[in-house]
């Protein structure tokens, strides 16, 4: 089955600096990758998707990156602030409905004010 | 917004009792799931259902675990008897369009096995 590989762990930056998290998966089938944040006590909340058939996708200071040779995809966080203080998620899915969503390991994102 | 709600958020229950974890998906939503958190681990993938029944599972979903959605409007999540090791918080999640469309993740439930 898929397996998806996430680091580092933990990063900190120094607020308004770029934060970058990369991923990596198994299964050549998967195209479909959300990135999930998840806020201390709540539940992962999506902030931005990308597709297989796109190689980057950028909502203001967000962007993912995917790789589909190299089977890896990457976030990129710009001009960080205090409030992306948080855990972040990759996952990644095959289009198939209700199919399940794997997620990474996580990384703690600290910003350093 | 809309949202996924699920009640309790936290319980704490003995070892070999049931539990019943409670959610409500969003009104329109299709597709319905149940994730795990253990502390400090990734969120992990329990079931998925659809139209009435079970779309897949995981290993982690043995004959301990059921699922229902009675009434249309609820959607649970039951271990009949519970091990130290289900410890861990579950998520209950909705989507309109299965995992193609975003899923809406409520903010969980804390089941703590004395």
């Known amino acids: 089955g898929e397996n998806v590989e996430q680091h580092p762990s933990t990063l900190s930056v120094q607020e308004g600096d770029s934060a970058v998290i990369k991923c990596t998966y198994s299964?050549?089938?998967?195209?479909?990758f959300p990135w999930y944040k998840q806020e201390l006590g709540k539940g992962p909340q999506l902030i931005i998707d990308?597709?297989?058939?796109?190689g980057e996708k950028k909502d203001q200071r967000i962007a993912v990156t995917l790789n589909k040779t190299a089977k890896h995809f990457s976030l990129h966080i710009t001009e960080t602030q205090p409030e992306d203080s948080a855990v972040y998620f990759c996952?990644?899915?095959?289009?198939?409905?209700?199919?399940?969503?794997?997620f990474g390991s996580g990384t703690r994102l600290s910003i350093r004010p | 917004e809309p949202e996924v709600t699920q009640t309790p958020s936290h319980q704490v229950t003995q070892m070999g009792q049931e539990v019943i974890l409670r959610c409500v998906p969003i009104s329109n939503h299709l597709y319905f799931y149940w994730y795990r958190q253990i502390l400090g681990q990734k969120v992990e993938f329990l079931v998925s259902?659809?139209?009435?029944?079970?779309?897949?599972k995981s290993e982690i979903f043995d004959d301990q675990f059921s699922v229902e959605r009675p009434d249309g409007s609820n959607f649970t999540l039951k271990i009949r008897s519970t091990k130290l090791e289900d410890s861990a918080m579950y998520f209950c999640?909705?989507?309109?369009?299965?995992?193609?469309?975003?899923?809406?993740f409520g903010e969980g439930s804390r089941l703590t096995v004395l």
């Open positions: 299964d050549s089938a998967s195209n479909y």
């Open positions: 259902f659809y139209n009435n029944e079970i779309s897949e």
């Open positions: 996952a990644a899915s095959k289009s198939s409905s209700a199919s399940k969503i794997i």
């Open positions: 999640a909705s989507s309109l369009n299965g995992v193609t469309g975003e899923l809406f």
């Open positions: 990308i597709r297989s058939n796109v």
